[in-house]
């Protein structure tokens, strides 16, 4: 469940905007689920004249009152809000739930009062499902008591996270959310960008670049490299230079190529994740940053052009090199200095099988893809992880996998459904270390994006072991061997035989 706090000082405006038809026309049957008083005496109604207009005065004086009597002693911006909405994947409550919700919201954030202080005077709003399709509820709380006295609040959204994290437990709902457990957090998809994305059909660009430069850190030894990586991908990238010290790089920014003349929309790297900043990223190599010269000069990574037989090679020596690697994972022990390193690889080897199975950003993989790498996502100001053998394999196949590029007929696709297959393995096998080491958000980030996966491991599993043929590997060729050589050596040997 995640809280929205925001602040107003017009009751009235706020109550238009929750009983009137929404930015996007998602406001669809608007009604009270609870509030300080019997929602039945508290719901306004129905002008008579049209019916299409609500009566919405009598509910504005009622919760105004309180902030009237204060006068002076008053608090500017009086009006607290809070939306608590369910990640879209997680359905519907039906109205009781969400009315038990809000009351318990309340009681725990101090507004409903005790017996030594008067309470504040709230309501509970419920509508449509958002235009990201959450379900949720409006809580309007006047930041007044009863006998007048203004209340005034301090670190009040950490406390909705804290008592969020309550009600996830008390109503058993998922948790999904690592970064209101300390993570690095993910600033959220605005409104405009998930239209936008929606009048063209495509998946928004924030999500769209925040994979592929993920994929473009699965396997990178050098900051150099991933740069080359993510132009290799077709990405546009911009560096950004200190202002004391134009040629030192401090921060970067990528956009997607844009139709015709149109003007790309950049977005700098820590809007597109808490762990995809520089600074973040840099960790990884502990040298000296690179000049902006060597950002500029960066050429594109090319991969060699492969044909089927050897395609479909490296997807069955990358298939059997994470079969062993998702054994050794499920054998590390929870705390383990391997496991952050790991997990992080996971996250970006699993963005690199999405960018070659569903290069349009939408799909299964995409999504556990996009779970995965909050369920890995590392706690703010944490140093560099440990070094991790099971990390430097995922990178291996990581890199066999660059060169592949997608499957071109349905035999390359069911071959290339076994790396789907194990990597959904590899998922489950974190999603269980995760819960492990008791870190609920995380895991339930894990957990999800093993369910995105279930019906491919389900489904792909029986149809590798019927249908998938032996692949004809070419001899002699180094483009492909290459390739091969970049997945665990003794793995690939293990496969061809």
């Known amino acids: 469940m995640i809280p929205k706090v925001t602040y107003g000082a017009r009751v009235r ?21 609870a509030g300080y008083d019997d929602v039945s005496l508290l719901a ?18 009622r919760l105004d009152a309180p902030q009237i009597a204060a006068g002076e002693r008053g608090v500017a911006q009086y009006v607290w809000q809070c939306s608590l909405s369910l990640p879209a994947h997680e359905g519907q409550l039906d109205d009781a739930t969400w009315g038990r919700i809000a009351g318990r919201f309340v009681q725990e954030m101090g507004f409903a009062g005790d017996a030594e202080r008067a309470g504040c005077r709230w309501i509970a709003v419920r509508h449509g499902l958002s235009a990201k399709g959450n379900d ?24 909705s996270q804290q008592v969020a994290d309550l009600l996830e437990d008390e109503f058993h ?39 592929q430069v993920r994929a473009a850190l699965a396997g990178a030894t050098s900051e150099a490299e991933w740069v080359a990586r993510m132009k290799g991908a077709g990405l546009l990238v911009a560096a950004r230079t200190a202002a004391t010290d134009g040629d030192q790089v401090v921060g970067y920014a990528v956009a997607l190529r844009p139709a015709g003349a149109g003007t790309p929309r950049w977005y700098a790297g820590r809007s597109l994740d808490g762990d995809l900043s520089l600074p973040q990223i840099r960790k990884r190599w502990p040298d000296t940053p690179p000049p902006a010269a060597q950002w500029k000069a ?52 699993l963005a690199r099988v999405a960018a070659v199975t569903e290069p349009s950003g939408r799909g299964p993989v995409t999504r556990a893809a996009d779970a995965l790498a909050r369920a890995a996502a590392p706690p703010r100001r944490a140093p560099a992880p440990a070094a991790s053998t099971i990390a430097a394999e995922l990178g291996r196949v990581a890199d066999a996998l660059m060169v592949t590029g997608g499957a071109r007929d349905s035999g390359e696709a069911a071959v290339l459904l076994a790396v789907v297959v194990q990597a959904a393995r590899l998922v489950v096998a974190l999603a269980e270390l995760r819960a492990a080491e008791q870190q609920a958000h995380a895991a339930g980030a894990a957990a999800r994006a093993a369910a995105h996966l279930m019906p491919l491991l389900a489904q792909g599993a029986a149809h590798v072991e019927r249908d998938v043929p032996s692949p004809r590997v070419g ?12 997945v665990d050596p003794a793995v690939d040997q293990q496969t061809q035989r």
């Open 13 to 33: 405006g706020l109550l238009e905007y929750l009983w009137g038809p929404g930015k996007v026309e998602e406001h669809v049957n608007p009604h009270l689920v």
């Open 44 to 61: 306004p109604g129905r002008h008579d004249r049209d019916g299409e207009r609500w009566s919405l005065d009598e509910l504005a004086a």
């Open 136 to 159: 949720h509820v409006h809580l309007v709380v006047t930041l007044a008591t009863e006998d007048g006295a203004p209340v005034w609040l301090r670190q009040d959204k950490r406390r």
């Open 173 to 211: 709902l998922g948790k999904w959310t690592p970064g209101r457990a300390g993570a690095t957090k993910r600033p959220e998809l605005t409104r405009p960008e998930v239209e936008r994305a929606r009048r063209v059909d495509q998946a928004p660009d924030r999500e769209l670049l925040r994979r």
């Open 298 to 349: 960066a050429d594109s990574a090319e991969s060699p052009t492969l044909r089927g037989a050897d395609r479909m090679a490296v997807w069955r020596s990358s298939a059997a090199a994470l079969e062993a690697i998702s054994g050794r994972l499920a054998s590390v022990a929870p705390g383990s200095p391997q496991w952050p390193a790991a997990a992080r690889a996971s996250a970006e080897l």
């Open 475 to 486: 001899q002699g060729e180094p483009d492909a061997a290459r390739a091969r050589a970049r």
